[in-house]
């Protein structure tokens, strides 16, 4: 998903759609953080295991 947002963030800023790459940047950041948000979850169980 992220390589798809970075290619249309790279198509949007080579065509002058600088409101459009504003908002993918948006969206990639928010992918990362979520992405982030969704391992530390799936490690906490094993985490209160040991």
């Known amino acids: 998903m992220y390589d798809i947002l970075t290619e249309l963030r790279i198509y949007a800023a080579a065509n002058g759609l600088e409101q459009l790459a ?16 969704a391992l530390a979850r ?6 209160q295991d040991s």
């Not at 908002?23 to 992405?35: F, Q, R, S």
């Not at 799936?42 to 985490?47: D, T």
């Open 22 to 37: 504003e908002k993918l940047d948006d969206a990639m950041v928010l992918l990362v953080i979520e992405g982030r948000g």
């Open 42 to 47: 799936a490690a906490a169980p094993a985490a």
